[in-house]
């Protein structure tokens, strides 16, 4: 029942950073109190079985896909925003932990 998530406002604005967070009936229940909060991507489904009781919105429809970034990319490019590609790392919140797959013989 672990979701990646983070939470903004309408403009945008980090209100929780990324994290991981396991989901149970008390999670986000302090910031429920203060916003109202549409539950959207992978971890939505999870949510919405383990809040059950509370009415919630969740955008089930909204699905998440790159060329949504298109007009962050945009205002960043206007800005004069750029990452260095040979020194940028992606940020996965956890650290990567790569297995070898086993031979069959």
Known sequence: MEVYCALFDNQLAEILPTQAKIIDEHSFHEELLQHEIVFIGNGAEKCNK?????ILDFGFEILCNAS?????AQAAF?????EDVAYFEPFYLKDFVGTVAKKLV
């Open 50 to 54: 383990n809040f059950g009781f509370r």
């Open 68 to 72: 949504f970034l298109s007009s962050l």
């Open 78 to 82: 206007d800005k004069n925003e750029f």
